[in-house]
T-cell receptor, first 112, second 117 residues
Framework: DAKTTQPNSMESNEEEPVHLPCNHS???????IHWYRQLPSQGPEYVIH???SNVNNRMASLAIAEDRKSSTLILHRATLRDAAVYYC?????????????FGQGTTLQVKP | DSGVTQTPKHLITATGQRVTLRCSPR?????VYWYQQSLDQGLQFLIH???????AKGNILERFSAQQFPDLHSELNLSSLELGDSALYFC????????????????FGEGSWLTVV
């Protein structure tokens, strides 16, 4: 499984945008970029995913570099409820299983 | 609420014992995944079942086993428990295995806290 690299932690102020980076230099052509987050004492939850083009949904935006070797999760206005561990995961859709392999993720702190 | 139900939520047991964790996937989901989360190891993939068949194995110990039943619910059996098995065990489900569509999204339950004393 291709690996991702994320900063261990980041801080943000409430109601400000947050850009969470992820490097995945060994990404293959069939890897989708997925983002999940885990709030304290909860199971991970899906945030967003994409292949080549930037993606938007109600939770966040995903900006993917043209060479696909990096991506950025964008939370447009951070709230206290966004404090969580954010995982950037590559998911190979050409293999025979869709398991998610989690790294250490980025712990996001949101200050009021 | 993700729609994935795990029981029990909390379990305390002694070393050497055996426990069974149960997972009911979201309605219609054919894939079930099991993960272990401990403080020092993070989220570790254990095993994946699709429509009753094992599809992938991760870092699952030989003392652990799992199965998915015809009604698609799954059980994770942990035997000869050791102190180090204390962890949060997550079950997750999805409709499909592969592809980039929404059906590929994996939904996690709230986990079963296992404490081995």
């Amino acid at each position: 499984d291709a690996k991702t690299t994320q900063p261990n932690s980041m801080e943000s102020n409430e109601e400000e945008p947050v850009h969470l980076p992820c490097n995945h230099s060994t990404i293959s052509g069939t890897d989708y970029i997925h983002w999940y987050r885990q709030l304290p004492s909860q199971g991970p939850e899906y945030v967003i995913h994409g292949l080549t083009s930037n993606v938007n949904n109600r939770m966040a935006s995903l900006a993917i570099a043209e060479d696909r070797k990096s991506s950025t999760l964008i939370l447009h206005r951070a709230t206290l409820r966004d404090a969580a561990v954010y995982y950037c995961i590559l998911r190979d859709v050409a293999g025979n299983t869709g398991k998610l392999i989690f790294g250490q993720g980025t712990t996001l702190q949101v200050k009021p | 609420d993700s729609g994935v139900t795990q029981t029990p939520k909390h379990l305390i047991t002694a070393t050497g014992q055996r426990v069974t964790l149960r997972c009911s996937p979201r309605s219609g989901d054919l894939s079930v995944y099991w993960y272990q989360q401990s403080l020092d190891q993070g989220l570790q993939f254990l095993i994946h079942y699709y429509n009753g068949e094992e599809r992938a194995k991760g870092n699952i110990l030989e003392r652990f086993s799992a199965q998915q039943f015809p009604d698609l619910h799954s059980e994770l059996n942990l035997s000869s428990l050791e102190l180090g098995d204390s962890a949060l065990y997550f079950c997750a489900s999805s409709v499909e295995i592969l592809g980039g569509g929404p059906g590929n999204t994996i939904y996690f339950g709230e986990g079963s806290w296992l404490t081995v004393v």
